[in-house]
């Protein structure tokens, strides 16, 4: 069964940064897509980022391009979301998903871990 625990959130004042980690176990990894959605309070969750195993191809949302960066360490099979000039708008728990496919990662990752709060003050 594969989990996914992320780790890394808090609080921090705007334009600082946080990177959040997401360690996943259960199976072996070869060809997986893994990232990253949010949810902030009263709205949808949505997509932030997602890299495919070898690091070759990588997506982001509008809204996080130029400030979030996606890496991952597959001897470690775990994948970073560096995230630099928050804003109080980032503010959202952050969810870490994985998918065998990276076209519909976007949509309906297979797996979720439980979430990690971030909150960016003004």
């Known amino acids: 069964q594969v989990k996914l625990v992320e780790s890394g959130g808090g609080l921090v004042q705007a334009g600082g940064s946080l990177r959040l980690s997401c360690a996943a176990s259960?199976?072996?990894?070869?060809?997986?897509?893994m990232g990253w959605f949010r949810q902030a309070p009263g709205k949808e969750r949505e997509f932030v980022s997602v890299?495919?195993?070898?690091?070759?191809?990588?997506d982001y949302a509008d809204s996080v391009k130029g400030r979030f960066t996606i890496s991952r360490d597959n001897a470690k099979n775990t994948v970073y979301l560096q995230m630099n000039s928050l804003k109080p708008e980032d503010t959202a728990v952050y969810y870490c998903?994985?998918?065998?496919?990276?076209?519909?990662?976007?949509?309906?990752?297979?797996?979720w871990g439980q979430g990690t709060q971030v909150t960016v003050s003004s």
């Open positions: 998903a994985l998918d065998i496919s990276f076209p519909s990662f976007r949509t309906s990752p297979s797996h």
């Open positions: 259960g199976r072996t990894f070869r060809s997986d897509a």
């Open positions: 890299t495919t195993w070898s690091g070759s191809n990588t």
